[in-house]
C-alpha cells in the first residue's frame, strides 16, 4: 500500500552491512507497481473499497490509526536518504 505521500509507489527498506563500519546502513527505496492494475483486481475480487483508490492516488481514506503529527504530513513526498546504524 502506498505511504500516504500523494504517489502510487509503495517503499521498501534495504540493510546492508556498512563497508566502512561494523555497523548497517538501511535505505528506503520508491518501488514502483502497476497500481492501476492491482486497482482493478481488487474491485473485480468485489473489493470495492476506498483502497482500491488508493493505490492510484497515494492518499488513505482513513487516518484515524495515526498519530495527529502523521496525520498532518498526509500527501508530504517521503525524502529519500539512508542511515548508518
Do not use: C, F
Request: glycine letters at 8%.
Amino acid at each position: 500500500m502506498p505511504a500516504n505521500d500523494g504517489t502510487s509507489s509503495t517503499w521498501y527498506l534495504l540493510l546492508e552491512p556498512n563497508q566502512s563500519t561494523t555497523g548497517i546502513k538501511a535505505s528506503w527505496h520508491r518501488l514502483a507497481y502497476d497500481h492501476e492494475g492491482a486497482a482493478v483486481a481488487m474491485k473485480d475480487a468485489g473489493l470495492i473499497t476506498p483502497y482500491a483508490d488508493t493505490l492510484s492516488d497515494g492518499l488513505w481514506p482513513s487516518l484515524s490509526v495515526l498519530p495527529e503529527k502523521e496525520k498532518e504530513r498526509t500527501g508530504s513526498a517521503i525524502k529519500l536518504g539512508e542511515v548508518v546504524i
